[in-house]
């Protein structure tokens, strides 16, 4: 029989002030993504009474980055992973509104 054994390291980091600069950017952009996301969702839920999935939301993000130069410089897969909480969010919102929760708790915008 043969075991596998996994091995997992953690380091914490000490960014100098040009990388701190830079994540802290990042950390913008994504959380503005996050609230854009969430205001498109919320405005065809209550205006046009339907619900936008995920992969339209994901669709969205290469016109987003051609009209904003910050967020172009942001990769492609972390843009997508904003959009896909987002869409956690939301699941476990309706799944608490079918449950029947006295308060499901609505997604909320992040503070930037």
């Known amino acids: 029989m043969i075991v596998l054994m996994r091995k997992a390291f953690m380091c914490r980091i000490f960014p100098n002030k040009r990388t701190s600069h830079i994540l802290e950017a990042s950390l913008e952009e994504c959380c503005w993504l996050y ?6 969702r919320k405005k065809a839920l209550e205006e046009e009474k339907r619900i936008a999935n995920y992969y339209e939301t994901k669709r969205r993000i290469p016109v987003l980055k051609a009209s904003l130069p910050s967020l172009a410089t ?3 897969q972390v843009l ?6 987002v869409e956690l969010a939301f699941q476990t919102y309706f799944r ?4 029947g929760d006295k308060e499901p708790g609505y997604p909320r915008f992040k503070g930037c």
Do not use: I, P
């Open 74 to 76: 942001e990769h492609s």
């Open 96 to 99: 608490r509104v079918k449950s």
């Open 80 to 85: 997508q992973n904003v959009t896909e909480r």
């Open 35 to 40: 609230n854009d996301t969430l205001s498109f």
